[in-house]
Nanobody, 124 residues
């Protein structure tokens, strides 16, 4: 069983940056596709970015292209999301997810393990 714990959320002004981290325990992240999703108030959860089991390629949703960067540290078994040029519309709970298939997909149904989420609030 895999456990995922997100951290690094908080409040920031528009244009600012935040770095989220997902600490994974139970097995190496190298066996899984890893992704970040987010859910804004009153909206469905949506895919933000993901990477295959090998770490390549990565897939970015349009919302984060050019502003968000996913990375992983296999020694620490963590997956990070660096977010810059944040906008109020980025306000959401951000979730880390892992897929046994090892293939990154944009559907949340493809992911077997989820963290509890971390709140990101961007003020204008």
């Amino acid at each position: 069983q895999l456990q995922l714990v997100e951290s690094g959320g908080g409040s920031v002004q528009a244009g600012g940056s935040l770095r989220l981290s997902c600490a994974v325990s139970g097995r190496s992240i190298e066996f899984y596709a890893m992704a970040w999703f987010r859910q804004a108030p009153g909206k469905e959860r949506e895919f933000v970015v993901g990477m295959n089991w090998s770490g390549r390629p990565t897939d970015y949703a349009d919302s984060g292209e050019g502003r968000f960067t996913i990375s992983r540290n296999t020694a620490k078994n963590t997956v990070d999301l660096q977010m810059s040029s944040l906008k109020p519309e980025d306000t959401a709970v951000y979730y880390c997810a892992a897929a046994r298939s090892g293939v990154v997909l944009r559907s949340e149904a493809a992911y077997n393990f989820w963290g509890q989420g971390t709140q990101v609030t961007v003020s204008s």
